[in-house]
């Protein structure tokens, strides 16, 4: 079903148009016209072709700049074309399935006879949009770890590779965060292992809330995250690392009254000489040294670094001087 939001008017995804009046406009599409669309919204699964095609369609029967394509459930947002002052909602439904809400731009008012002719040529896309949207869907669940939701190891290899190379391209920073939850063996133990389950789900609900859109969160292993920050150096990093121990610190669960949840973090920042791998081992010692300096903090790579400058400093001060008692004692003939 085509719904307007704005209740003007109703197509069924039966193709039957519901009439709104008699005096109401019919759509004025040429048959033809809607099988080569059809025709050609079956090329593509993926959701912004599939949407420049309508696009481009419909701009030969209607004057529209452009669409907004926004799909709640999924948290999907597309525009293609421009954005402009007047706009056309409608809600996309199926008896079984909400298919999102679809706005059309354009910069004069639409005309009734036009809406009716766009409301004619959305009925072709119904389909192959729920269809697109079941792949981009599958998609999405492939790279997603099912209990969290947060990314999988298989996103983070294709994910990180190409942010490292991106970041290295465009001389921007890249950080990367990973994260342990402390103890966590005694979580399960304690308050059983879906409460533990539990404080997983909410841990990723933590970290999402301290990062932004762009940075990403996956489940590297059981009770292990890595977080990787895009345009984040050292010190903005250190911040956020801090700000996620601080959430994880503050969570409460209800059932669980004494349960606190505490988290190490080892943090690195690319440099020009790091590949993927090196930046990841450097973020994995330094959460091994925030584990091994008691656990609920934050350790940066350069902390580590810079201890051990100043440990080699300290070895080579205390390495004894060679004094007159040292020199071995001259002969005298
Ligand atoms: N509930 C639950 N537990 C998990 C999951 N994955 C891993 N674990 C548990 O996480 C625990 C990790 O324990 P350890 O590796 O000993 O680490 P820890 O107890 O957190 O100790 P530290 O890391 O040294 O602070 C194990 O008991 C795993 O069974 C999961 O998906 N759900």
Redesign the pocket.
Known sequence: MVSPMNGRAELRDDKVITPFGDLAPRPDIRPEVLLRLSGKLQTTLELSQLLEIFLEEIQQAVLVDGLTFHHEPTGTTLAVGRNSLHTANYRLQTQQDYMGDMTFHRSTRFREHELANIEGLMTTLVYPLRNALRYHEALAAAFRDP?TGAGNRVALDKTLAREVELSKRHDQPLSVLML???????V?DEFG?SM??KV?KEAVKAITGCIRQTDMCFRYG??EFLIMLSNADQSGALRIAERVRMGIGQLTFAGAKHLQVTS?IGCATLTAADDTEELVTRADTALYVA?DSG?NRVISDLDIEYARQSDDKAEAQAEPQASAEDTPPQLKN
């Open positions: 209990l342990d939850l402390d103890h966590f063996k005694q399960n292992h533990g389950d997983l059981g009770e190490s584990k656990r």
